[in-house]
């Protein structure tokens, strides 16, 4: 069974400050990946996906990920985070074969962005 | 507003009593997600449906657990005989399988509480 792994539980980081969430997935074969994020007392929102292609994607509020795989990696950063973005940071795999229905989480990253 | 609504938004019970929650997709989406998401974890998907049929059910929905979408619109959860285990996040999410990667858009969730 797939699974997902953010070794990291919370990030606090400086306003301005560049920012690093891990991401490990476990299978090898094709795989969809996403990142979701999750503002206080807000809903899931989509913040960027990877399905083929480009191995860096990258999202309107600067964010972008890398799929890399022989690591099994998709790394979220951010050259300069702000204060709005503190929040919940989720990645999730599907597999393009498998169940349409199924999105595997990893137990998410929580940022905090200080002043 | 067009995006998923759920409700109620907060939601506490005694052990043992049942439990329903209200799912509105938005209009056009043929498919509708359950997961649950527990404190310090990611969401853990529970079942879908396309239009009016249970396509999925995850091993973690007991027989306690169950889940309807009659006219292929709203959907409901029900749970009885509620356990504190239940205590958690249930979110709601809908897609269109006619779109591109079936994207997932997330409700903001019906956080329930057994005491």
């Known amino acids: 069974a797939q699974s997902v792994t953010q070794l990291d539980s919370q990030v606090p980081v400086f306003e301005e400050a560049p920012v690093e969430l891990r991401c490990n997935y476990s299978s090898s074969v094709s795989v969809y990946l996403f990142w979701y994020v999750q503002y206080p007392n807000q809903g899931l929102q989509l913040l960027l996906k990877y399905l083929s292609g480009s191995t860096l994607v990258e999202s309107i509020n600067g964010f972008e990920a890398e799929f890399n795989k022989s690591q099994t990696s998709f790394h979220l950063r951010k050259p300069s985070v702000h204060i709005s973005d503190t929040a919940e940071y989720f990645c999730a795999v599907r597999d393009p074969g498998g169940s349409q229905g199924n999105l595997i989480f990893g137990k998410g990253t929580k940022l905090s962005v200080k002043p | 507003d067009t995006g998923v609504s759920q409700d109620p938004r907060h939601k506490i019970t005694k052990r043992g009593q049942n439990v329903t929650f209200r799912c509105d997709p938005i209009?056009?989406?043929?498919?509708l997600y359950w997961y649950r998401q527990t404190l310090g974890q990611g969401p853990e998907f529970l079942t879908y449906?396309?239009?009016?049929?249970?396509?999925?059910k995850s091993r973690l929905l007991s027989d306690r657990f169950s889940a309807e979408r009659p006219k292929g619109s709203f959907s409901t959860l029900e749970i009885q005989r509620t356990e504190q285990g239940d205590s958690a996040m249930y979110l709601c999410a809908s897609s269109w399988t006619g779109g591109y990667l079936n994207e997932q858009f997330f409700g903001p969730g019906t956080r329930l509480t057994v005491l």
């Open positions: 449906f396309q239009n009016e049929a249970q396509l999925e």
């Open positions: 209009s056009e989406h043929n498919r």
